[in-house]
T-cell receptor, first 114, second 111 residues
């Protein structure tokens, strides 16, 4: 598709429950990124993929967060045992190899942990 | 990674030209400067990217002085719909490398 598609748009989870978010990158884009946006516009880079391979996971809280990009499937970001501080908007973005570092964002998935 | 500094907020009126300046004193030789726009409840949207001098597209212009330690996003004749947060980012031009977002500038356009 021509847009980065993220689902679900909204997700509410109780503390300790699992949350799973999905992202379909723009067709033909080789790179996928996940960012977390919390209050005051702060963005935190989580992880990036080059096709199905992890490219950079320096921002990933590894204890409870995991992510995958498998062939012919949407990419996913999963949070095990959610905590209140995981409440945020999670943005997925994608880019082409030829476009340098210009990345295109989806509309985000709003996670609320109660 | 080069850190960016922008004004937290700016006010303007419809029809005016708005210039938002970003400081990036530690920009590296390979770094590009990219600006994104974000409306409430939406993902950031790419506006413009440049390396040096001036870049112009249908939406904005980007002015980069010779030392590249700052850049200015220029929005001609803003309208109410330009009210948004504008982010200045600096990063190398290699695909796959993550971009680091600063705090952004909240632009309020008034009638």
């Amino acid at each position: 598709g021509e847009e980065v598609a993220q689902t679900p748009k909204h997700l509410v989870r109780g503390e300790g429950q699992k949350a799973k978010l999905y992202c379909a990158p723009i067709k033909g884009h080789s790179y996928v990124f996940w960012y977390q946006q919390v209050l005051k516009n702060e963005f935190k880079f989580l992880i990036s993929f080059q096709n199905e391979n992890v490219f950079d996971e320096t921002g990933m809280p590894k204890e409870r967060f995991s992510a995958k990009c498998l062939p012919n499937s949407p990419c996913s970001l999963e949070i095990q045992a959610t905590k209140l501080e995981d409440s945020a908007v999670y943005f997925c973005a994608s880019s082409r190899l030829e476009s340098g570092n210009t990345i295109y964002f989806g509309e985000g998935s709003w996670l609320t942990v109660v | 990674l080069a850190k960016t500094t922008q004004p937290i907020s700016m006010d303007s009126y419809e029809g005016q030209e708005v210039n938002i300046t970003c400081s990036h004193n530690n920009i590296a030789t390979n770094d590009y400067i990219t600006w994104y726009q974000q409306f409430p409840s939406q993902g950031p949207r790419f506006i413009i990217q440049g390396y040096k001098t001036k870049v112009t597209n249908e939406v904005a212009s980007l002015f980069i002085p010779a030392d590249r330690k700052s850049s200015t996003l220029s929005l001609p004749r803003v309208s109410l719909s330009d009210t948004a947060v504008y982010y200045c980012l600096v990063g190398d031009g290699n695909a796959g490398n993550m971009l680091t977002f600063g705090g952004g500038t909240r632009l309020m356009v008034k009638p």
